[in-house]
Every structure is written in structure tokens, then in C-alpha cells.
């Protein structure tokens, strides 16, 4: 098992930046790609971005490239999130997620373990 918690969610105003972290504890981190999802109210739950066990290659979302950065720390076991340029339409609450898959998947289904989630508010 493992158990994943996320922080770092806050009110901003469009164009700022927040940093969302994601500390994991129980089977050894460096074993799972890891994934950044977010879902708005009365939407699906959508990929935001990924990283390889190893930070080797990195998959975003077509709508945050550029913008956004994830990366990893496997000493500390634990994700991040770079979000800069936020915009009001990136209102959501914002999932990390474990994946036992080499390769990271941008599909929901293909993550085994799932944060609490960490509320994000862009303010106009």
C-alpha cells in the first residue's frame, strides 16, 4: 500500500504561481511514475502531468505546457507541481497518483493509488 498526501493547494490570483508537493510514505517511491490529475466541479477528472520512476522523461497536458512543471525528489519521496501563469479556468481540486506502469499513462485507470486531493482557487 501506499499513501500519498498532497499540500501546497491555496487562493491565487490569475497569473500566479503555487507549488503543490505530494509526500508518499509505505512501499519504496522510487518504484511508481507519478501523475498530477485535476478535476473542477461537475467535470471528469483530467490529466494534468507525469513523471518517470527515475525523472527521466516528463508528460504534460497539452493545455499546461510551458506553464507547469512536475518533478521529483526520490530521497524525499515526494512530487511537485510548478504551476505558473494560473488561470480562473484551472479551478479544481488537484490529485497526485502512483502508477505501477514504467512508462506514465495519462488515463485515470492506470494509476493505483490516489491522494486526498489539495483544493486550487484562481481568482479573476
Known amino acids: 500500500q501506499v499513501q500519498l498526501v498532497e499540500s501546497g493547494g491555496g487562493l491565487v490570483q490569475a497569473g500566479g504561481s503555487l507549488t503543490l508537493s505530494c509526500v508518499t510514505s509505505?512501499?519504496?517511491?522510487?518504484?511508481?511514475?507519478m501523475g498530477w490529475f485535476r478535476q473542477a466541479p461537475g467535470k471528469e477528472r483530467e490529466f494534468v502531468a507525469a513523471?518517470?520512476?527515475?525523472?527521466?522523461?516528463?508528460y504534460y497536458a497539452d493545455s499546461v505546457k510551458g506553464r507547469f512543471t512536475i518533478s521529483r525528489d526520490n530521497a524525499k519521496n515526494t512530487v511537485y507541481l510548478r504551476m505558473n501563469n494560473l488561470q480562473p479556468e484551472e479551478t479544481a481540486v488537484y490529485y497526485c497518483?502512483?502508477?505501477?506502469?514504467?512508462?506514465?499513462?495519462?488515463?485515470?485507470?492506470?494509476?493505483?493509488?490516489w491522494g486526498q486531493g489539495t483544493q486550487v482557487t484562481v481568482s479573476s
Open positions: 497518483a502512483a502508477s505501477t506502469r514504467f512508462i506514465p499513462d495519462t488515463q485515470v485507470m492506470a494509476y493505483n493509488y
Open positions: 509505505g512501499r519504496t517511491f522510487s518504484s511508481y511514475a
Open positions: 513523471i518517470t520512476r527515475t525523472s527521466s522523461r516528463t
